[in-house]
């Protein structure tokens, strides 16, 4: 027996109320803003072993020098019971604007990263994952 | 969940100026997300870490706003140039008046 | 139509009448959990800095050094340092122990009370999981190594019949799943063929340290089998057999598993 979430029983409700809530979300965090795409490259497996601990790997192309880097990464999800993940700042002194960390992923869902860069733009990238329960959980 | 707990640095003790240096760290927390229910049907309590930051020679390089959706024993890599020697501090705080640190020290040539 | 008789020894070939139908694998055919499990999930049990199973072993070491009971003696007083007296002994666990099979936990535990003169751990208790991870890291990159000895073959029968017997409203065996049907998927996970080579483990699924009898109880409640006791004679024996069944197998502990 393989229990659903909210989101698969009633698809017009739970998946468009997360969305809803992950835009919202991203709304808070740029603002007035425009979010162009690009540039962003988000790495999940697409089909997770075990939605308690996904390694999530995100980079943003960019030159980090001090006149052109990257700030901040905010991480939002569209299937979690709440939309922000984590959101990483930093400067040019990190030479790579890659950073890599484990999440939870509570459903099947998109996963967003938004770039914040010096200049006060902000790009976008996203990545799609299937989770499963396990076979056995207590 | 105890007030403070382990945390492990993995980086290296020298590198040349100018060389860019991986950072993982890895803390022990359970981030206990607030969602969940005792076997009476209770609600278990949000208690996590909500923040990391990381120094190099007193100055922020690195910080990290956690959310409940950070999977237990948080685990970061992350990235820095080599400018200087001198010591490298990482620093977590949460709910619950939890705080943990480590440092690393680093000889830059 | 094929002949009647071709027809049931093709049948009988093909779901059994009782017991395994596919042979066990043996040898190099066998599968640690680890083969199944996704680069990352690898890179975070060999990577000691990746592992939370990491901190349960620091808390095992404070443990193994802390004067205890009212003996006043630490696990050091008598082993001294763990990496010399505790290297292979996790590998050859279940053992019997003054005519008792006892587990790695059990025989911990009869240290506590009869050499310190403390209480035993709790199941699954930090504390157990913290002295068991570290004594168990020990036998890491070791094969398991039980020896089938007159003294230990009731038991090994045990804990076989034990492994091919249907249980639980489901009426499943454990070697349904896990001999005849391992490599093929169960609710989008890849069925192991369940050898406890890395026990305690931190399960992604607890986000936590866990005992191979917290593990072996949670299949039981999954064919929804009351589970049985820990530290019944159940549980060891079929530890037991399972332990055997894998041996030559190296050790991984402190493994991460899905």
Redesign the interface.
Known sequence: MTIVGASTLYPWLGAQATEAEATQAIKQIVGASKIRSGRVTLDIPPLVENGNSVVLKVSVQSPMTLDDHVRAIHIVAEGNPLPNIVSFHMNHRAARAVVTTRVRLSDSQRVWAIAQMNDGSYWQGFAATLVTLAACTE | MTQTSRTLVTMPATAKKGEVIDIRIIVQHDMESGFRHTELGELIPRDIIREFVCTYNGEEIFRADLHPAIAANPMIMFSTIATESGTLEFNWKGDNDYASSTSGKITVT | MMPLKLFTCFMVALFGLSGIVFAESFGADRQSGYAL??K??QA?QDDP??N?A??WL?DGQTIWEQKAGKKDVSCAGCHGDAEQSMKGVAASFPKIVNKTLLNLEGRINLCRTEHQQALPFKHESKSQLSIATYVGSQSRGMPIAIEKTPEISPHLEAGQNIFEQRMGQLNLSCAQCHAERAGLK????T?PQAHPTGYPIYR?????VGSLERRLR??M??VRAEPFAFDSQEIVDLELYLMWRARGMLVETPAVR?
């Open positions: 499990m996704s990352q999930t975070m800095l990746q939370p990491t901190f620091l169960l609710a989008g996970n069925i992604l699924e607890w986000q936590s949670n299949c409640t999954g899905p």
